[in-house]
């Protein structure tokens, strides 16, 4: 199990997906802090996917993230799920898997954070 927080620090940026996230680190507009697994690049970049995925929306964020496809907007339009502070999102994989790159993370507002916690399959 490993277990991350991402703070998107500029909304104007893209939306990102977390298989690039955990495997960089950062990305324009985004922070990615380890619980202390070391780098999650390694483990990821040859597996791209895992079995168990959770999101959460801070309970200290004040406003809405968004979970979606690559289309995912801040601004109204394409959302995919909207997780208001405190919120959890939880995807079994489990005989299949889920794949990272398919996962995109926006917010309606700076300094929004996200917990993410994955199991590899």
Same mark, same amino acid.
């Given at each position: 199990?490993?277990?991350?927080?991402? =703070?998107?620090?500029?909304?104007?940026?893209?939306?990102? +997906?977390?298989? #690039?996230?955990?495997? /960089?680190?950062?990305? *324009? !507009?985004?922070?990615?802090?380890?619980?202390?697994?070391?780098?999650?690049?390694?483990?990821?970049?040859?597996?791209?996917?895992?079995?168990?995925?959770?999101?959460?929306?801070?309970?200290?964020?004040?406003? =809405?993230?968004?979970?979606?496809?690559?289309?995912?907007? +801040?601004?109204? #339009?394409?959302?995919? /799920?909207?997780?208001? *502070? !405190?919120?959890?999102?939880?995807?079994?994989?489990?005989?299949?898997?889920?794949?990272?790159?398919?996962?995109?993370?926006?917010?309606?507002?700076?300094?929004?954070?996200?917990?993410?916690?994955?199991?590899?399959?």
């Amino acid at each position: 199990m490993a277990c991350v927080t991402i =703070t998107i620090t500029d909304t104007t940026q893209p939306a990102q +997906n977390l298989l #690039t996230l955990l495997q /960089k680190g950062s990305a *324009p !507009g985004y922070t990615v802090q380890s619980s202390g697994q070391g780098s999650l690049g390694a483990s990821l970049s040859t597996i791209g996917e895992v079995s168990y995925l959770s999101i959460q929306s801070s309970p200290r964020n004040s406003n =809405t993230v968004y979970k979606g496809d690559e289309n995912v907007k +801040n601004n109204g #339009t394409w959302q995919g /799920k909207e997780m208001q *502070p !405190g919120d959890v999102d939880v995807q079994q994989g489990y005989p299949r898997a889920i794949y990272l790159g398919e996962v995109f993370l926006a917010a309606a507002a700076n300094g929004a954070i996200i917990n993410v916690e994955y199991h590899l399959s």
